[in-house]
Nanobody
Framework: QVQLVESGGGLVQAGGSLRLSCAAS????????MGWFRQAPGKEREFVAA????????YYSDSVKGRFTISRDNAKNTVYLQMNSLKPEDTAVYYC?????????????????WGQGTQVTVSS
């Protein structure tokens, strides 16, 4: 079992930055591939970024590539999402997710554990 708690969301102006954190507890964090997903009102949940258990492999959606950076600190059992140059279309609830195996994935159905989400609102 893995418990995930996101933090760092909030209200920011377009062009600004936020850093989301996801603290994990329970099963060995360092063996889990991790991902960030988001869901905007009235839209389906979509992939944002993923990172392998060592941090050596990362994946990004085209909409955030070059603006967002996913990273992890296995000593702190935490994964991060640094979000720069934010746009109003980035407004959504952001979810952290954990796989039970170590490689990264863009598919949400490959993630077993999910956090409760943190709201990110970008004003124009």
């Amino acid at each position: 079992q893995v418990q995930l708690v996101e933090s760092g969301g909030g209200l920011v102006q377009a062009g600004g930055s936020l850093r989301l954190s996801c603290a994990a507890s329970g099963r060995a964090f360092s063996s889990n591939g991790m991902g960030w997903f988001r869901q905007a009102p009235g839209k389906e949940r979509e992939f944002v970024a993923a990172i392998s258990y060592t941090g050596s492999s990362t994946y990004y959606s085209d909409s955030v590539k070059g603006r967002f950076t996913i990273s992890r600190d296995n000593a702190k059992n935490t994964v991060y999402l640094q979000m720069n140059s934010l746009k109003p279309e980035d407004t959504a609830v952001y979810y952290c997710a954990a796989k039970i195996v170590g490689w990264a994935s863009i598919r949400d159905d490959e993630y077993r554990y999910w956090g409760q989400g943190t709201q990110v609102t970008v004003s124009s």
